[in-house]
């Protein structure tokens, strides 16, 4: 079973799933202040990805990540990455602060990039991302995790996309986080490092509500953050934010750090979903005091109620579509316009947010 205590080690794993012939997709990593980093990785190459080196300036992630993926180069620089002819891809999780930056120079060197969320932490460099995309043509895509990498989110996609709860009018979406302060790295409590709690976990819930409801743009309508703990009087441990999509469909959002010792996930992730003709809600880690495996959908439609566990049924096709949407120079997995959107809406949240506490 994945180890579910921390979300900063949460790394899922998926059944193989080869959508390109050996030597096809080649891609380095560059980054490793985020264990997210391994989901990436183990998604691409489920995907039939070849994992060709790694570059990092400390040398215990390094070797932790060749203990987990033995066989690949340790790169001398970074240059060396993206100078590597083979490489057609870069995957980083990098300081957030520091990950647009990487972007830029990965695509600079005509290469397409994958990184950690958030993306990057302002809006001037998501404007210079979008820049840099137009200039090279190169993919700056985004591992929003919680809904690519999460068997009930994929499966709810794929039930809102039959119109088993008819038109999406509705997403609620809550990410708690449990804080293990002892084992965080400096940067986690720079803001100007991770960008702001809305920034660096809304994310994850307004990605989904903008792929759900098939948004091409929103308004936020309020948001606003918090501290509550006075042992870190700087740090953001709660957020949330409202927003009507182009299409009518609201959102509400909520992420916090303030999981207790006894859940046994890092979070009690849910999402609710309303539509015109039933609703969903997701139990994505684990379904409290009565099953710690993850993965639990619960429909109610007009023909009754209906809970549906999909660990291990479902699978992770985000991957093999982007593989080949890298390949083919498509956009099947995720729309670069997509994978920017949710950002900048989550920077404007973060930005305009009025702060209590």
């Given at each position: 079973?994945?180890?579910?205590?921390?979300g900063?080690?949460?790394?899922?794993?998926?059944?193989?799933?080869?959508?390109?012939?050996?030597?096809?997709?080649?891609f380095?990593?560059?980054?490793?202040?985020h264990?997210?980093?391994?989901?990436?990785?183990?998604g691409?190459?489920e995907?039939?990805?070849?994992?060709?080196?790694?570059?990092?300036?400390?040398?215990?992630?390094v070797a932790?990540?060749?203990?987990?993926?033995?066989g690949?180069?340790?790169a001398a620089?970074?240059?060396e990455?993206?100078?590597d002819?083979?490489?057609?891809?870069?995957?980083?999780?990098?300081?957030p602060?520091?990950r647009c930056?990487?972007?830029?120079?990965?695509?600079?060197h005509?290469?397409?990039?994958?990184?950690?969320?958030?993306?990057l932490t302002?809006?001037?460099?998501?404007?210079a991302?979008?820049?840099?995309?137009?200039e090279t043509?190169?993919?700056y895509?985004?591992?929003?995790?919680?809904?690519?990498h999460?068997?009930a989110?994929v499966?709810?996609?794929?039930l809102?996309?039959d119109?088993?709860?008819?038109r999406v009018?509705?997403?609620?979406?809550?990410?708690?986080?449990r804080l293990?302060?002892?084992s965080?790295?400096?940067?986690?409590?720079?803001?100007?490092?991770?960008?702001g709690?809305?920034?660096?976990?809304?994310c994850?819930?307004?990605?989904?509500f903008?792929h759900?409801?098939n948004?091409?743009?929103a308004?936020?309508?309020?948001?606003?953050?918090?501290?509550?703990?006075?042992?870190r009087p700087?740090f953001?441990?709660?957020?949330?934010?409202t927003f009507?999509?182009?299409n009518?469909?609201?959102?509400?959002?909520?992420?916090d750090?303030?999981?207790p010792?006894?859940?046994?996930?890092w979070?009690d992730?849910?999402t609710?979903?309303?539509?015109?003709?039933?609703?969903?809600?997701?139990r994505?880690?684990l379904?409290v005091?009565?099953?710690?495996?993850?993965?639990?959908?619960y429909?109610?439609?007009?023909?009754?109620?209906?809970?549906?566990?999909?660990?291990?049924?479902?699978?992770?096709?985000?991957?093999?579509?982007?593989v080949l949407?890298c390949?083919?120079?498509t956009?099947?997995?995720?729309?670069?316009?997509?994978?920017?959107l949710?950002?900048e809406?989550?920077?404007t949240?973060?930005?305009?947010?009025?702060?209590i506490?």
């Amino acid at each position: 079973m994945v180890q579910k205590a921390s979300g900063m080690t949460y790394a899922p794993k998926g059944e193989e799933n080869v959508v390109c012939g050996k030597g096809d997709f080649r891609f380095g990593v560059i980054g490793l202040e985020h264990g997210h980093i391994f989901g990436m990785c183990n998604g691409l190459m489920e995907a039939g990805g070849e994992l060709v080196s790694v570059f990092d300036p400390d040398e215990a992630k390094v070797a932790a990540f060749c203990k987990t993926y033995p066989g690949v180069a340790v790169a001398a620089s970074e240059l060396e990455v993206l100078e590597d002819a083979r490489v057609q891809m870069v995957a980083g999780a990098s300081v957030p602060s520091d990950r647009c930056s990487l972007g830029l120079r990965t695509m600079q060197h005509g290469k397409d990039y994958f990184t950690d969320k958030p993306p990057l932490t302002s809006l001037p460099q998501l404007e210079a991302a979008r820049q840099k995309v137009t200039e090279t043509g190169r993919k700056y895509a985004v591992y929003y995790s919680e809904r690519l990498h999460v068997e009930a989110a994929v499966h709810a996609g794929q039930l809102i996309r039959d119109g088993a709860i008819g038109r999406v009018l509705q997403v609620v979406g809550l990410g708690p986080h449990r804080l293990n302060a002892p084992s965080r790295p400096p940067w986690f409590w720079d803001k100007n490092k991770y960008g702001g709690i809305i920034c660096d976990l809304g994310c994850h819930q307004i990605e989904q509500f903008v792929h759900w409801t098939n948004a091409k743009s929103a308004k936020l309508l309020h948001s606003k953050i918090a501290n509550y703990s006075a042992d870190r009087p700087g740090f953001e441990d709660f957020g949330d934010a409202t927003f009507v999509a182009d299409n009518g469909a609201t959102h509400y959002m909520r992420v916090d750090w303030y999981t207790p010792t006894g859940l046994g996930a890092w979070g009690d992730g849910r999402t609710f979903v309303m539509g015109t003709h039933g609703y969903l809600e997701l139990r994505k880690y684990l379904d409290v005091a009565r099953d710690p495996q993850g993965d639990h959908v619960y429909l109610v439609d007009e023909r009754g109620e209906h809970h549906i566990a999909v660990h291990g049924k479902i699978g992770f096709p985000f991957f093999g579509e982007f593989v080949l949407d890298c390949l083919n120079r498509t956009e099947k997995a995720m729309t670069q316009e997509h994978a920017f959107l949710a950002i900048e809406l989550a920077l404007t949240a973060q930005k305009n947010a009025v702060r209590i506490g």
